[in-house]
Nanobody, 124 residues
Framework: DVQLQASGGGLVQAGGSLRLSCTASGFTSDDYRIGWFRQAPGKGRLGIAC????????YYDRSVTGRFTVSSDNAKNTVYLQMNKLKPEDTAVYYC?????????????????WGQGTQVTVSS
């Protein structure tokens, strides 16, 4: 079975940085993407970044473009989300998820597998 494990959340001051990790296991094909989503209190879950496992193509929501960077270390089966210049509005539970390539990267219903969330809190 495919399993995803997210980690790295925490409390940080505005302007600070955090790096989230998503370790994946159980894939039988290289044809998938890993997406990062976040869900703020009382709001829906939104896609913010994605990376293709085989081609390394990256995608970002405009709310994080220029501040967040998604990368992967395929040897470690781990995807990272480097978050810089954090703002209080970035406070949310962050999730990683896996989707077959070719789908809409930002649509949560396209993702078949989800990791547990990790809380990111940015204080002002």
């Amino acid at each position: 079975d495919v399993q995803l494990q997210a980690s790295g959340g925490g409390l940080v001051q505005a302007g600070g940085s955090l790096r989230l990790s998503c370790t994946a296991s159980g894939f039988t094909s290289d044809d998938y993407r890993i997406g990062w989503f976040r869900q703020a209190p009382g709001k829906g879950r939104l896609g913010i970044a994605c990376i293709g496992h085989s081609d390394g193509r990256t995608y970002y929501d405009r709310s994080v473009t220029g501040r967040f960077t998604v990368s992967s270390d395929n040897a470690k089966n781990t995807v990272y989300l480097q978050m810089n210049k954090l703002k209080p509005e970035d406070t949310a539970v962050y999730y990683c998820a896996a989707s077959p390539t070719g789908s809409s990267w930002y649509t949560m219903h396209e993702y078949d597998y989800w990791g547990q969330g990790t809380q990111v809190t940015v204080s002002s």
